[in-house]
């Protein structure tokens, strides 16, 4: 069982960044995937990032890449996104979610490829 606390939301102008944590309670977190999604108002939730369980492995979403920087700690137990450039269009809740995953640099990109979910940090980001 992992427990996730995403932290570092809040209201930013576009072209500005913020830091974005996910903090995971439990054993063995480097045996998880990890990946950000998020969820504009309206819309459906969409992948972001992914990071394999080792961190040697990454995957972004077009709308992301470039801009965003998923990175992990796993002696802290903490995924964090680096989000700069942030536009408008990046506003919504950021959720952080974990999956066991084999080594070999596995990355999922799909919400129910993952067991684990936080609660969410809002991310507003204004024009």
């Known amino acids: 069982q992992v427990q996730l606390v995403e932290s570092g939301g809040g209201l930013v102008q576009a072209g500005d960044s913020l830091r974005l944590s996910c903090a995971a309670s439990g054993r063995s977190f480097s045996r998880y995937a990890m990946g950000w999604f998020r969820q504009a108002p309206g819309k459906e939730r969409e992948f972001a990032v992914s990071i394999s369980n080792s961190g040697g492995s990454t995957y972004y979403a077009d709308s992301v890449k470039g801009r965003f920087t998923i990175s992990r700690d796993n002696a802290k137990n903490t995924v964090y996104l680096q989000m700069n450039s942030l536009k408008p269009e990046d506003t919504a809740v950021y959720f952080c979610?974990?999956?066991?995953?084999?080594?070999?640099?596995?990355?999922?990109?799909?919400?129910?490829?993952?067991?684990?979910w936080g609660q969410g940090t809002q991310v507003t980001v204004s024009s």
């Open positions: 979610a974990a999956r066991l995953a084999p080594s070999g640099g596995y990355v999922y990109t799909r919400g129910y490829d993952y067991a684990y």
